[in-house]
């Protein structure tokens, strides 16, 4: 690995400098301890290097939208939406993130759970949404509009237990309003 022949380089180069010319050359003691930090320096190092490159590998996979999640479909008022379900909490950090777009009759879904505070936000969100706020049994509470990378906490009534995101102005363009109620279809 690249990370060990450096730090191999420079513990030689250490030993060579920590002598002085004309000197006695320092007991073998010290050399071996040399080596053995040096080792110990280069492990290190090669961890650190192997825990960012895996970070690094998460943070860029979830540079682009993500995808395979499962989906339902649902009737909102006069329209058939098709939703990805957004089932752990990784799903539920990134929602609709990095998409530059997304189908007129698509969506996400998120479920609250008990005793939590339903609140959200655009961060790296690159399309406006509608929010619909819905009860247990889905009726909806609110509808709120979010502009794309607004940073602003978006806050859902307090018996919120599931979200819907949608592109903005579609719930308006299925009659859907706050009392109303969103039922699954299959």
Same mark, same amino acid.
Do not use: Y
């Given at each position: 690995? %690249? $990370?060990?022949?450096?730090?191999?380089? &420079?513990?030689?180069?250490?030993?060579?400098?920590?002598?002085?010319?004309?000197?006695?050359?320092?007991?073998?003691?010290?050399?071996?301890?040399? /080596? %053995?930090?040096? /080792?110990?320096?280069?492990?290190?190092?090669?961890?650190?290097?192997?825990?960012?490159?895996?970070?690094?590998?998460?943070?860029?996979?979830?540079?682009?939208?993500?995808?395979?999640?499962?989906?339902?479909?649902?009737?909102?008022? !006069?329209?058939?939406?098709?939703?990805?379900?957004?089932?752990?909490?990784?799903?539920?950090? &990134?929602?609709?993130?990095?998409?530059?777009?997304?189908?007129?009759?698509?969506?996400?879904?998120?479920?609250?759970?008990?005793? /939590?505070?339903?609140?959200?936000?655009?961060?790296?969100?690159? &399309?406006?949404?509608? %929010?619909?706020?819905?009860?247990?049994?889905?009726?909806?509470?609110? &509808?709120?509009?979010?502009?794309?990378?607004?940073?602003?906490?978006?806050?859902?009534? !307090?018996? $919120?237990? %599931?979200?819907?995101?949608?592109?903005?102005? /579609?719930?308006?363009?299925?009659?859907?309003?706050?009392?109303?109620?969103?039922?699954?279809?299959?």
């Amino acid at each position: 690995m %690249i $990370t060990s022949v450096v730090f191999a380089k &420079i513990a030689k180069m250490m030993n060579a400098s920590s002598r002085c010319p004309g000197l006695e050359p320092e007991p073998q003691i010290h050399s071996q301890r040399s /080596r %053995i930090v040096a /080792r110990d320096i280069s492990v290190f190092v090669s961890g650190v290097a192997l825990i960012l490159a895996v970070l690094g590998g998460v943070a860029s996979a979830q540079q682009g939208p993500q995808s395979g999640l499962p989906e339902m479909v649902v009737r909102a008022g !006069d329209c058939r939406l098709v939703l990805e379900k957004a089932t752990t909490p990784e799903a539920s950090q &990134i929602g609709l993130m990095n998409r530059p777009s997304m189908e007129a009759d698509r969506g996400m879904v998120f479920a609250i759970p008990e005793g /939590r505070k339903a609140v959200f936000w655009m961060k790296n969100t690159l &399309i406006p949404l509608d %929010i619909a706020f819905l009860s247990e049994d889905w009726t909806v509470l609110s &509808i709120k509009q979010m502009q794309p990378l607004d940073l602003t906490n978006v806050p859902g009534p !307090d018996d $919120t237990r %599931i979200a819907v995101e949608v592109n903005e102005g /579609r719930f308006a363009e299925c009659g859907v309003a706050v009392g109303d109620q969103i039922t699954a279809v299959e």
